[in-house]
């Protein structure tokens, strides 16, 4: 079975004595999301960044409270401009800011890794309207009386409440206005509700008749003419084959 958890990695432990050591802030820069798997073998905590990074995803602002920070970190189908092609997501971290790296080693260090072994959450692509989300809340006990910094924005973060806010005051009134542009559109052509304009058309010839026999001074049968088809006639207008008639 692969390892399930949330670790604290050593490049992680190493530098959050640092910081205590230096009085130093703790730099959280971002957070990333992967599709790879931490080999069996391989403590995750040795990690040094994810097996298969695949994006950049956002988090709560995180909250301190003591020796501790809570955070969620999420990942949502439209950041970054929007997935292009679903993903399994496996892995995410979070990412710290090392100020005074060891020669050799890079100044970004994965503080958290999460693995999620054999029970990785499929990420659907991005489409208008639909909106894929994966939460991790996390803790990491820092130390008393270390201090943070946010280092990226994480204001992106949504709730559901939000979403659901964005679909109704943004995407629906979209959705709606394109609906109305697409049905005035289809009632203009000549092509749409071929029964409805036929059933008008012999209303017309019907009402037609009826004026006929009362608004006009007819002494003989009164009649009208309708062209479903053309035997026996000859055409010099338009013979408009939907509406029975034909036009000049």
């Given at each position: 079975m692969s390892y399930y958890g949330i670790v604290l990695t050593r490049r992680g432990r190493?530098?959050?004595?640092?910081?205590?050591?230096?009085?130093?802030?703790?730099?959280?820069?971002?957070?990333?999301?992967?599709?790879?798997?931490?080999?069996?073998d391989t403590?995750?905590?040795?990690?040094?960044?994810?097996?298969?990074?695949?994006?950049?995803?956002?988090?709560?602002?995180?909250?301190?409270?003591?020796?501790?920070?809570?955070?969620?970190?999420?990942?949502?189908?439209?950041?970054?401009?929007?997935?292009e092609r679903g993903f399994w997501l496996r892995e995410f971290c979070v990412m710290a800011k090392d100020p005074d790296p060891d020669e050799g080693e890079d100044e970004k260090v994965m503080l958290v890794y999460g693995c999620l072994g054999d029970y990785p959450q499929y990420v659907s692509a991005y489409s208008e309207g639909r909106i894929d989300t994966r939460r991790f809340p996390i803790c990491i006990v820092i130390g008393e009386g270390a201090n943070v910094v946010i280092d990226f924005s994480?204001?992106?973060?949504?709730?559901?409440?939000?979403?659901?806010?964005?679909?109704?005051t943004v995407i629906l009134p979209n959705l709606l206005e394109e609906m109305r542009r697409m049905?005035?559109?289809?009632?203009?052509?000549?092509?749409?509700?071929?029964?409805?304009?036929?059933?008008?058309s012999n209303m017309d010839s019907r009402l037609t008749l009826l004026e006929m026999m009362y608004n006009k001074d007819v002494t003989g049968n009164p009649f009208s003419v309708t062209f479903e088809d053309l035997e026996d006639v000859t055409v010099e207008g338009v013979w408009n084959q939907t509406m029975a008639r034909i036009e000049f």
């Amino acid at each position: 079975m692969s390892y399930y958890g949330i670790v604290l990695t050593r490049r992680g432990r190493e530098l959050i004595s640092k910081v205590l050591a230096t009085s130093k802030p703790l730099e959280i820069t971002g957070v990333m999301v992967g599709s790879g798997e931490c080999p069996e073998d391989t403590f995750p905590g040795e990690l040094t960044g994810l097996v298969e990074p695949v994006a950049e995803g956002t988090s709560t602002v995180p909250s301190y409270n003591g020796d501790t920070i809570r955070m969620t970190v999420e990942y949502r189908s439209d950041l970054n401009g929007g997935l292009e092609r679903g993903f399994w997501l496996r892995e995410f971290c979070v990412m710290a800011k090392d100020p005074d790296p060891d020669e050799g080693e890079d100044e970004k260090v994965m503080l958290v890794y999460g693995c999620l072994g054999d029970y990785p959450q499929y990420v659907s692509a991005y489409s208008e309207g639909r909106i894929d989300t994966r939460r991790f809340p996390i803790c990491i006990v820092i130390g008393e009386g270390a201090n943070v910094v946010i280092d990226f924005s994480p204001e992106a973060f949504m709730t559901a409440e939000d979403v659901q806010e964005y679909c109704v005051t943004v995407i629906l009134p979209n959705l709606l206005e394109e609906m109305r542009r697409m049905v005035s559109e289809h009632n203009l052509s000549d092509e749409a509700h071929p029964t409805l304009r036929n059933a008008f058309s012999n209303m017309d010839s019907r009402l037609t008749l009826l004026e006929m026999m009362y608004n006009k001074d007819v002494t003989g049968n009164p009649f009208s003419v309708t062209f479903e088809d053309l035997e026996d006639v000859t055409v010099e207008g338009v013979w408009n084959q939907t509406m029975a008639r034909i036009e000049f």
